[in-house]
């Protein structure tokens, strides 16, 4: 596994188990959209999904996913996720807040 993939992994499994991260604005963009896919798949609720997630994400996360996540958003057709720029002149990156969505 490459190191992105490793990092996207982390992220997307740190979103779902906390609900919300802070990290850099590109690493926020790429999680999202790893994310959206992960949950999108949770809703199905077979066992092949669970598979495929246990290949993307951790495998305390994909419990989350499945049990929690995929029923609290089975009638919302996207936009699981939010992300808000941070702006702080201090710092040198710019930072993201990426949290789901209520």
Known sequence: MDQRRKLLRSLAS???LYEKIVTSYANARA???????CITKAKENTLHSR???LSKLS?????KVME???S??????GGYTRMTKLNNPQAG??????ELVE
């Open 51 to 53: 598979r495929l997630l």
């Open 72 to 77: 609290k958003y089975k009638d919302r057709k």
């Open 93 to 98: 990156a710019s930072k993201a807040m990426l």
């Open 14 to 16: 740190s979103v779902i």
């Open 31 to 37: 999680a999202k959209a790893y994310t959206e896919k």
């Open 59 to 63: 495998p305390m996360a994909v419990k």
């Open 68 to 70: 929690v996540l995929g």
